[in-house]
């Protein structure tokens, strides 16, 4: 079946790395991609990732997916206030639908 | 270039009663996709439209409707409504589905009473 796990909670501070995870199950998945969600607001893509590569970098957002054990995860480096959000991930269905995890609440702290 | 508009942004409801959202997509974006938001279930998908035809469906009861129009735009209907219809309905618009990006809108956050 289709279903995407995230932790629901990550605390960090100011200008520390932030790593948000996630598993996914299906593997026939051929994009994966991180949203951002702020207060009151839609969802902002932020990056994606083809299934075939490894790691994807972008400025200060580092994907890196292990298709072995269907692992996604996020680096955001030099984590700011204005970085507290929810963050979704969401792999793209074999029926093309977008599947969302249940979001992990980052709160970055001074 | 304008964003993913939706109307109405809040609603208030009765049980019982029926609810039509509107979704505007950005401009050349042909496929329209609605989902639920709630605390508990998270993001669901509800439906996805691609030149006036839904091309996807997810698992929601016959309650939950759609169309798109020949200009793009895409309005749900959710009819009988219940308490568990309280949710943030967030539509997106894409261009095509080669690489899946979707674009949100900042949704309508339906309360029903």
């Known amino acids: 079946g289709e279903d995407v796990e995230q932790s629901l909670f990550l605390s960090v501070r100011e200008g520390d790395s932030s790593v948000i995870n996630c598993t996914y199950t299906?593997?026939?998945?051929?994009?994966l991609y991180w949203y951002k969600q702020e207060p009151g607001a839609g969802l902002q893509l932020l990056t994606y990732?083809?299934?075939?590569?490894d790691m994807k970098q972008d400025q200060r957002l580092t994907v890196l997916l292990n298709k072995k054990d269907k692992h996604l995860s996020l680096r955001i480096a030099d984590t700011q206030t204005g970085d507290s959000a929810i963050y979704f991930c969401?792999?793209?269905?074999?029926?093309?639908?977008?599947?969302f995890g249940t979001g992990t609440r980052l709160q970055v702290f001074p | 270039k304008a964003g993913v508009t939706q109307t109405p942004r809040y609603l208030i409801k009765t049980r019982g009663q029926q609810v039509t959202l509107s979704c505007s997509p950005i401009s050349g974006h042909r496929s329209v996709s609605w989902y639920q938001q709630t605390p508990g279930q998270g993001l669901q998908f509800l439906f996805e439209y691609f030149s006036e035809t839904q091309r996807n469906k997810g698992n929601f009861p016959g309650r939950f409707s759609g169309r798109q129009f020949s200009n793009s735009r895409s309005e749900m209907n959710v009819s009988t409504l219940e308490l568990g219809d309280s949710a943030l309905y967030l539509c997106a618009s894409s261009m095509d589905r080669s690489t899946g990006e979707l674009f949100f809108g900042e949704g309508s956050r339906l309360t029903v009473l």
């Open positions: 299906d593997s026939s998945s051929t994009y």
């Open positions: 990732i083809f299934s075939n590569m």
């Open positions: 969401a792999e793209r269905s074999n029926t093309d639908k977008l599947i």
